[in-house]
Each structure stands twice: as C-alpha cells, then as structure tokens.
T-cell receptor
Framework: AQKITQTQPGMFVQEKEAVTLDCTYD???????LFWYKQPSSGEMIFLIY??????QNATEGRYSLNFQKARKSANLVISASQLGDSAMYFC????????????????FGQGTTLQVKP | EPEVTQTPSHQVTQMGQEVILRCVPI?????FYWYRQILGQKVEFLVS????????KSEIFDDQFSVERPDGSNFTLKIRSTKLEDSAMYFC???????????FGPGTRLTVL
C-alpha cells in the first residue's frame, strides 16, 4: 500500500530565508505522481507543485522547488526567500499510476507540516 | 480562471440529520473526488466519481454516504444520518484526467452537534 510520511509537525523559518519541508513515500510502483499543497489558515487547498516519477528534472514553480530523490523515495519541498504569507500547513501527496487498471487518480496525503515564517 | 466551488461554506446540523454538501467542479473536468479533513488531521480520500458512477470509495465511505451528479454541473455528497465524528472539513476536487493535479474547492466545514 502507498504511504506518505511527513516527519516535521512544525517548522519555523526566518523571513527571506529558505526552508525545506520533508516528505518520504512508500510505493512498489515505478510510475507515480507527487504533489505539494498549501493550506492557509482559511482552509482552502492550494496546489503548489507536481513531480512525475519519470521526470528527470526536479520540478520548479517560482519560489517552490521539489528536491526529488527517487532512490531515497523522498520529495522534499524547498521554499526559497520565505515570505510571511507562506505561513500555512503544507501537505505532500501521492497519486497512484494512471495506467493501473481501475486507477481513479485519488490522492494519498501525508500528515502535513505547519510552517511559521518569522518577521 | 475556472475554479471549483462548494456550498455551503459552513453547515451546522444535529446528530442524525441528513446533510447534502454541494460542489460545482470545473466544467471540462471528468474526474471528481470528495475528501475529508478532521480538524488538525490529514486529508483523507472518501470517494472518486467518473462517468456518472463511483469508481472507488474508501472504508470511511459507508452506507451513510452517497454521491450524485444530478445534472451536468453539480456534484453532491449526502450524509444520510450524521454522527458526531462526521464533523470535519469536506473538500470536493476535480481533475481533467488521472494524470494531472486535482483542483480543490474551498471546502465545507460540517459541524455535527
């Protein structure tokens, strides 16, 4: 069964510094997708970044980058130049292979990491 | 930019009552999902829906739950007889296919008293 682990319940970072949020996953599949979502205190889920298991390059979206280490089964989110508005809960999620019979594309989420950016 | 919408934003109900949570997915999307997040916990998959039928459901999605797409735009989650432990944030999500990201609605906070 697939599993996502986020071992940092809470993190602090100084404004303008970079921060890495950890995510490890467990799957026997070779093809899968990894996602990061941000959940501010208002509660909505905001998509940040996606990494496909066969993508050779690490994904980047603006200040977000994904440090994908397939052999270690880790997909850490790096936020550069933290801003006060980055304070939120961050979830790592995995999607099972799209080609698998009966695949529905459901996401399996980790427990989340609460990030607080200090001024 | 198209977005997933959900109504109501907050629903308070008495234990044993039926509730219907409504969602309008993005119009050209084909895959629809409901997730649940109990306060302070992770987001859990409830059910996926494709081609007008349930394609997968989790063990949480028991006989008290049902989903429906009554017309071309709405996607509803019904809880027949609510329990205290159904209190949670319920998210609807949609996706054009099973490869790309899912777009989440703002959620409905359900409080069962």
């Amino acid at each position: 069964a697939q599993k996502i682990t986020q071992t940092q319940p809470g993190m602090f970072v100084q404004e303008k510094e970079a921060v890495t949020l950890d995510c490890t996953y467990d799957t026997s599949d070779q093809s899968y997708g990894l996602f990061w979502y941000k959940q501010p205190s208002s509660g909505e889920m905001i998509f940040l970044i996606y990494q496909g298991s066969y993508d050779e390059q690490n994904a980047t979206e603006g200040r977000y980058s994904l440090n994908f280490q397939k052999a270690r089964k880790s997909a850490n989110l790096v936020i550069s130049a933290s801003q006060l508005g980055d304070s939120a809960m961050y979830f790592c999620a995995m999607r099972e292979p799209f080609w698998r019979s009966g695949n529905t594309g459901k996401l399996i989420f980790g427990q989340g990491t609460t990030l607080q950016v200090k001024p | 930019e198209p977005e997933v919408t959900q109504t109501p934003s907050h629903q308070v109900t008495q234990m044993g009552q039926e509730v219907i949570l409504r969602c309008v997915p993005i119009s050209n999307h084909l895959y629809f999902y409901w997730y649940r997040q109990i306060l302070g916990q992770k987001v859990e998959f409830l059910v996926s829906f494709y081609n007008n039928e349930i394609s997968e459901k989790s063990e949480i999605f028991d006989d008290q739950f049902s989903v429906e797409r009554p017309d071309g735009s709405n996607f509803t989650l019904k809880i027949r007889s609510t329990k205290l432990e159904d209190s949670a944030m319920y998210f609807c999500a949609s996706s054009p296919d099973t490869r790309n990201e899912q777009f989440f609605g703002p959620g409905t906070r359900l409080t069962v008293l």
